[in-house]
């Protein structure tokens, strides 16, 4: 289970790294990551580090899909989550 953890933690931090990035590329009309693939970073376990990347970068706010969709994953992940932790 201890890999689990090791996961989250990575997979979390690299999804909010990647956040920031993307909005210090839009703050210089620079190449962006591609939506999908910060929804998929979201979808793979890192949805708490998009939605602190979300508030901490002040980053796709306005973009419905995000607001929506990054903490429905939330939820959906932390419910997931909670039902395989509390079966070991």
């Known amino acids: 289970m201890k890999w ?9 931090l690299l999804t909010w790294l990647i956040y920031g990035i993307d909005k210090w590329k839009a703050k210089r009309r620079a190449w962006r990551i591609p939506e999908r693939t910060l929804l998929l970073l ?3 376990g890192g949805c708490t580090g998009a939605l602190a990347g979300m508030l901490m970068f002040r980053h796709k706010t306005r973009k419905l899909k995000f607001m929506i969709g990054v903490p429905v ?4 992940e932390s419910i997931s989550f909670a039902y395989i932790f509390l079966r070991l």
Do not use: G, P, T
């Open 73 to 76: 994953i939330f939820v959906v």
């Open 42 to 44: 979201a979808a793979a």
């Open 4 to 12: 689990l953890m090791y996961y989250l933690i990575v997979v979390n």
